[in-house]
Structures are given as structure tokens and as C-alpha cells.
């Protein structure tokens, strides 16, 4: 009995915390999706803020953080003209406070945790030979994950399952909180896979986020496409994590004719 009164109490605790929120406008690309979330965006994005240093310190550890000055200034450049454009679907999302780094490894593999905290690996550069507009691609796709908040979606899908949500507010200290949502950040940025929904939608509202930005949104297709012939020699680190194939390669060229116009408009 004891059991199934905690079983009550923490679902009714859930029940209670859970927020049905619209964490961005629609824009030209449609997307509209309500999202259900269990923990604030405050808390996430400082997990978030531990967890992007943890990494910094890691590659500053190794002596692989920005290195290449060349290839750091190309992608500051390139978030820079990416970044303003985040106001179309978060007018709040252009005074996040951004962070752009280059990681010297192997991998092929970029990421955005919330809050704006961008890396991006040289392999996904260098193996890849990737254009502005193909980095800019890559760069979107992991703003948008940011923009809509998919790993504090994420994380809250699993406090959900978990029946968790209660344990972490009462047995734990607002810092111990802190430091075990950045360990679940890291969880989702670097081992889980997104779902094939918010995948998606990072696709939409990246190819809109690079038309606007003045970048040819047909080089979404053409990364896809090489980021495909890479993995035949073995899947690259980026593909555990963001799942690719024909399917979505054709889902990007159908949504091409509507970012056009943008990027046609903008200033390129």
C-alpha cells in the first residue's frame, strides 16, 4: 500500500509540474507542434551551461579547443549571420547568450546545447568538405534543436517515465539538481538519438534559419547526401545522434521551394 501511495503522490506531482507549452513560432516552414514539458527552461539551460564546460575544459585539456583560427573565425562568421535569425521563431533567442567554439578531433559531429552553446568538430569540416552553406546546414539543424527546446523535451519525456521528476526536486539540493540535468544533457546531446519528430522539425526550421540567412538552402540536401556516402565506410559519430537517409534527404528537397523565396530575398 505504502508503494502505491508514493506511485500517487509522485504522478500527482507530475501531473501538477507538467507545462503544455509552444516553445517557438511556426515561421514560413510550418512548424506548430505544442510540446509537453516537466522541468523549466531555467533549470535546463544551467545544466546545459555546466555541461558545455565540461566540455571546454576537455578539449582545453587535450589543446583542442579553437586551434584553428582559420576554421574558428569561418564558423563564428557563419553563426553569426545564423544567429539573428533565430528571432522568427523566439523573439527571446537572439539575447540567449551565445556561445561558438571548434573542437580539433575526428568526428564528424556538431552540436547546440540549450541556450545557444554551439561546438563544432573539424572532422564534420574537414572529412565532409563541407561548404559555408553545408556548415551553415549543420549549424541551423543543431539552432533549431536549441530553439525548440528538444532536449528539455527529452529529458521530460523521461522524468515522465520514470516517475522521477519528485525524487529530484525533494532528495537533492538545487546544485546536486543542477549537476545531475547536466549529465542528462550530455545523455541527450551525445548518446541518445532525437526521434524521428524532432528531427523533423530541426530540419524545417534550419533550412528557413539558413535561407534567411542568405545561405542556399539546397546545400542541406547535398550535406545529407554526403554525409550518406560517408557512412558506408562506417556511420559517423553525428548519424548516432541524428539518424539520416533517403527518406529525409527527399523530405528536405520538397521544402526547398518554400525557404527559396527567403533566401532569394535576403542579402547574399
Avoid at 545522434?241 to 521551394?257: C, K, M, Y
Wanted: charged share 20%.
Amino acid at each position: 500500500m505504502r508503494i502505491r501511495s508514493l506511485f500517487i503522490v509522485a504522478a500527482a506531482v507530475l501531473a501538477a509540474a507538467c507545462q503544455t507549452v509552444q516553445t517557438t513560432q511556426p515561421g514560413a516552414v510550418g512548424v506548430d507542434r505544442k510540446q509537453h514539458m516537466l522541468v523549466s527552461e531555467q533549470e535546463i539551460e544551467k545544466g546545459a551551461a555546466v555541461a558545455y564546460r565540461q566540455e571546454l575544459d576537455k578539449a582545453k585539456d587535450k589543446r583542442a579547443l579553437n586551434t584553428d583560427q582559420q576554421q574558428f573565425q569561418r564558423v563564428q562568421n557563419i553563426s553569426r549571420r545564423l544567429i539573428p535569425q533565430t528571432g522568427t521563431f523566439r523573439p527571446d533567442a537572439p539575447q540567449w547568450q551565445w556561445e561558438v567554439n571548434v573542437q580539433t578531433t575526428d568526428d564528424v559531429n556538431a552540436y547546440c546545447m540549450p541556450g545557444g552553446k554551439i561546438m563544432v568538430y573539424t572532422g564534420l569540416i574537414e572529412k565532409l568538405h563541407a561548404s559555408d552553406a553545408e556548415l551553415a546546414a549543420v549549424i541551423g539543424h543543431e539552432i533549431a534543436h536549441a530553439l525548440r527546446e528538444h532536449s528539455r523535451e527529452r529529458i521530460s519525456r523521461a522524468y515522465a517515465e520514470q516517475l522521477a521528476l519528485a525524487g529530484l526536486a525533494v532528495a537533492t539540493g538545487a546544485s546536486e539538481a543542477t549537476m545531475q540535468l547536466a549529465s542528462q544533457v550530455s545523455a541527450v546531446t551525445f548518446q541518445l538519438p532525437h526521434s524521428r519528430e524532432q528531427e523533423a522539425e530541426a530540419d524545417r526550421i534550419g533550412l528557413e534559419l539558413m535561407a534567411r540567412a542568405g545561405y542556399d538552402p539546397n546545400a542541406a540536401v547535398s550535406l545529407w547526401q554526403k554525409m550518406g556516402k560517408l557512412s558506408s565506410g562506417g556511420p559517423p559519430e553525428f548519424l548516432s545522434t541524428h539518424p539520416s537517409g533517403d527518406s529525409r534527404i527527399r523530405d528536405l528537397q520538397a521544402l526547398v521551394p518554400r525557404v527559396m523565396p527567403l533566401y532569394q530575398a535576403s542579402a547574399h
